[in-house]
């Protein structure tokens, strides 16, 4: 089954400056403004109950004059575990919002029947990420308080990407997280589904290291340190591109490489210690930065190759 169209078309005003939005499924999603906080009471009163035993979730974006914790009073309004209110906040008001602490948006006590309370700064992932995780029957309604018809058009705009990606979630191989079985934090109750493999063996491994030399002097000292281990290098490569050995490419490069090394002898697999030796050499003469086991599964390769590579 689609989960609707991209180019929302609005169905009959569906309480005080909120329209109904149609996203091809029976979920009750709504947007709009109101001029203050003051109206998100009766707003609320004015519309239809949610369906019973259905998720509500309430995105409020607020203006720069109203701090988080003082929209937290809408939690009031809201009392009903299934319930959930995501703050957010228009782009220009996001730095003094890094600042909240968590605690500050926490349940009054930790027995409260209500819902959750959480904070989202940026608003277009308020709306596209709540978007996903909704249900048949669940609800799902974004107000600007204090907005206008800018913050509107936004808040459609970010509905018309989320939608687009549930539409997405419904192709075969991408699963059906949003009409999977719940739990109360709304994560899946079932485990996913895991792949599976028969035979899996270590080949190799990535090493990540800061250095202002260039590709061909990099490449000889790491050769050189790999003389008497398992592994050799195979390739450093910079921006996604194979540098060493040259291919005879352009390449722009900054300081920070992927080194490649891969072990010499093709039906092993790659000891902790091996690894562990060759970076205590590395460590010696460069800086490195993280590094990342090459994997295979079932004989396929579980990593990928730099352009250039063979």
């Keep these: 089954m689609g989960h609707g169209h991209s180019d929302l078309p609005a169905r009959a005003e569906a309480g005080p400056s909120l329209c109904a939005v149609s996203v091809g499924e029976s979920i009750d999603v709504r947007v709009g403004a109101v001029g203050c906080m003051a109206d998100i009471e ?18 409020l974006l607020l203006p720069g004059e109203i701090a988080p914790v003082e929209a937290i009073r809408a939690w009031s309004w809201l009392d009903d575990a299934r319930h959930t209110l995501v703050l957010t906040s228009r782009a220009s008001d ?16 930790p027995a409260d029947p209500r819902g959750r309370v959480l904070i989202e700064p940026d608003a ?19 107000v600007a308080v204090g907005g206008g018809d800018q913050e509107v058009t936004d808040l459609r705009a970010a509905l018309t990407r989320g939608i687009m990606w549930r539409a997405a979630w419904d192709e075969p191989e991408n699963g059906a997280f949003h009409r999977s079985a719940r739990g109360p934090d709304g994560a899946p109750v079932a485990a996913p589904d895991m792949v ?3 035979v899996r063996r270590v080949v190799g491994v990535d090493i990540f290291i800061e250095s202002a030399l260039s590709p061909t002097a990099l490449g ?3 050769e050189e340190l790999a003389a008497e281990s398992p592994l050799r290098l195979k390739m450093i490569s910079n921006r996604g591109t194979m540098v060493y050995p040259t291919t005879g490419a352009i390449t ?14 093709n039906d092993e697999n790659l000891a902790d210690s091996a690894l562990l030796g060759l970076l205590q050499r590395v460590a010696a003469q460069h800086r490195w930065m993280h590094l990342e086991k090459l994997a295979e599964f079932d004989g396929a390769t579980g990593f990928t190759k730099a352009q250039g590579e063979d």
Excluded: K, M, N, Y
């Design 220 to 222: 000889r000292s790491l």
């Design 124 to 142: 277009e992932r308020a709306v596209i990420g709540g978007l996903q995780s909704l249900h048949a029957a669940d609800a799902f309604w974004i």
């Design 196 to 198: 599976r493999t028969g």
């Design 94 to 109: 996001r730095p003094p919002w890094g600042a909240v602490a968590p605690t500050a948006v926490s349940p009054p006590h």
């Design 252 to 265: 722009d490069c900054v300081d920070h490489w992927r080194c490649r090394f891969v072990l010499r002898a």
């Design 42 to 59: 009766p707003l609320l009163a004015a519309a239809s109950a949610p369906t019973p035993g259905a998720d509500f979730v309430l995105v």
